[in-house]
């Protein structure tokens, strides 16, 4: 990772990880069982924030794409890809807080694309892992006309496939 470069005496020391390799560790290492038919009949897609794809490649050499995808392979029975997706996804207008520094009319503008996106796909589920994608699209949805779409983060949905 890159931030190696910058501390590598820390990471020697005390190493790191994402949510995301978490996850993939808990479920490999059968920590927990998941029920992927708790969304049976839900149409589920994934949203790729800027800074877990593009910029995390660009800055250290990794974009998270597969990983989440991996993760919700074991949760859900119906996944979607939005017509872009991974390094073709767009902005969901939300990046920089962008929530909340003023430039509503942009903001909604961008996240209108995201919002078509959605629509094409067919998804009453949005799973995102990033908490400002996850405040623009809930602060847009009912703009857009989409008031039913649920988004969820990540960790939510393996929260509800978890079974005892």
Known sequence: MGFARWFPEAFRQYGTHTVFDALIRFIRENRFRLDPSRYAGRRITYHDPCNYGRKSEATFGHGYYEEPRWILSRCVPEF????????RQICCGGGGGAL????NDERIRYGGRKMEQIRQSGADI????????????????EIFGMPELEVKYLWEVVADCIVR
């Not at 949005?126 to 949805?141: F, T």
């Open 80 to 87: 979607v890809e939005l017509p872009g997706n991974r390094r």
């Open 126 to 141: 949005i799973v995102v892992p990033c908490h400002s994608c996850h405040g623009q699209l809930e602060n847009i949805k």
């Open 100 to 103: 909340v520094n003023g430039y």
